[in-house]
Antibody
Framework: EVLLVQSGAEVKKPGESLRISCKGSGYIFSSYVISWVRQMPGKGLEWMGRIDPSDSYTNYSPSFQGHVSMSADKSIVTASLQWSSLRASDTAIYYC???????????WGQGTVVTVSS | QTVVTQEPSFSVSPGETVTLTCALSSGSVSTAYFPSWYQQSPGQAPRTLIYNTNSRSSGVPDRFSGSILGSQAALTITGAQADDDSVYYCVLYMGRSWVFGGGTKLTVL
């Protein structure tokens, strides 16, 4: 079975750093791009950007460029999303999703809840 | 910045057919945008329904279908069921990036 399993919920203070993860299983991890999607409380889905685990090439939505960074480690079949300085407005659920080329997102992680509050 | 627009809400009775649409703020949606559709129930991760305009994801009932209608992408639910009461999102490919629509809250009652 193809799965993306994300790390658990996080509670952080503004200004703190954070890394959340997304571990793939049941497929060749480096063969599929991973996208990250944000869902703020009570709001819709927003595409944040993607990373190609085969070469760690990234491209970010302009809305998120410079505030988050994406990485991937093929050896542990894990993609990560990282913040160096969190804001309260980063409070959201973050999903990773596998991209199947033009077929968009075929597999989704279960989501990681991030709460940023002083 | 390109905006992808969906109906904010829709209401349908069980057994009825409903078509949800996905439009661009400027221009027409075509197959070149590789439209896809996702269903999200409360507290759940999104579920893939339709990809590449009209291909149904594995395990998705055939009452869900995708198409291009005029200048918009469309998701049609033929014979809506109570289980279909969810939020539906479309996604379009914009060349190196994806853009989600705002979602349509479908109420089945």
């Amino acid at each position: 079975e193809v799965l993306l399993v994300q790390s658990g919920a996080e509670v952080k203070k503004p200004g703190e750093s954070l890394r959340i993860s997304c571990k793939g299983s049941g497929y060749i991890f480096s063969s599929y791009v991973i996208s990250w999607v944000r869902q703020m409380p009570g709001k819709g889905l927003e595409w944040m950007g993607r990373i190609d685990p085969s070469d760690s090439y990234t491209n970010y939505s302009p809305s998120f460029q410079g505030h988050v960074s994406m990485s991937a480690d093929k050896s542990i079949v894990t993609a990560s999303l990282q913040w160096s300085s969190l804001r309260a407005s980063d409070t959201a659920i973050y999903y990773c999703a596998r991209e199947d080329g033009w077929n968009a997102f075929d597999i989704w992680g279960q989501g990681t809840v991030v709460t940023v509050s002083s | 910045q390109t905006v992808v627009t969906q109906e904010p809400s829709f209401s349908v009775s069980p057994g009825e057919t409903v078509t949800l649409t996905c439009a661009l703020s400027s221009g027409s949606v075509s197959t070149a945008y590789f439209p896809s559709w996702y269903q999200q129930s409360p507290g759940q991760a999104p579920r893939t329904l339709i990809y590449n305009t009209n291909s149904r994801s594995s395990g998705v009932p055939d009452r869900f279908s995708g198409s291009i209608l005029g200048s918009q992408a469309a998701l049609t639910i033929t014979g809506a069921q109570a289980d279909d009461d969810s939020v539906y999102y479309c996604v379009l490919y914009m060349g190196r990036s994806w853009v989600f629509g705002g979602g349509t809250k479908l109420t089945v009652l």
